[in-house]
């Protein structure tokens, strides 16, 4: 027997080929009547530049980022929404919440599946690097290797598919 999908945890870098990859996230909640989780981390700063600031500068730092991640997700996914909506679901309605957390992408992609107890991920994969990283990104490779839920890797399309979003169909 099969699970059912009722929450689906969907990471993004807020690349194009993660905007990309939401338009799968979408399609399986529709047809599974789940919820998405949204989650973007954004990466501590290096020590060396923690060392030469203050606690205070850092916190109003990752606040700002915070708070124009949250808007490039918030706009995006209504951009997306608006070229989905034939499907008679709103798609806004589909996701359940919106994470922007610090810290390191694969620990918090884990973290955020098991608090949120989502049964599904959905990443894309950038392919970049040696051999493309081995045909993934490090990221997705991780998480992939270390997540005992599944996990949806979804590729760069062709050459020949546009990914931003007037890609959608």
Known sequence: MIPQIKKIL???DLSKNSAYAFYYAIDVAQRWDAKITI???VEPLPPVVRFYGSLDEE??????????????IRKRLEEICQRVEKSGTSCLMLVSDILVRIGHPVEEILRA???????????GSHGKGFLKQTFLGSVSHKVLDRCRKPV????????????DLDAVS
Do not use: Q
């Open 152 to 163: 949806f890797i979804i590729p760069l399309p062709s050459e020949g598919v546009r990914i």
């Open 10 to 12: 969907y990471a993004t």
């Open 59 to 72: 916190k109003e730092v990752y606040r700002r980022e915070k708070t124009a991640d949250l808007e490039v």
């Open 113 to 123: 599946a098991e608090e949120k107890e989502c049964d599904v991920l959905i990443l």
């Open 39 to 41: 989650l973007h981390v």
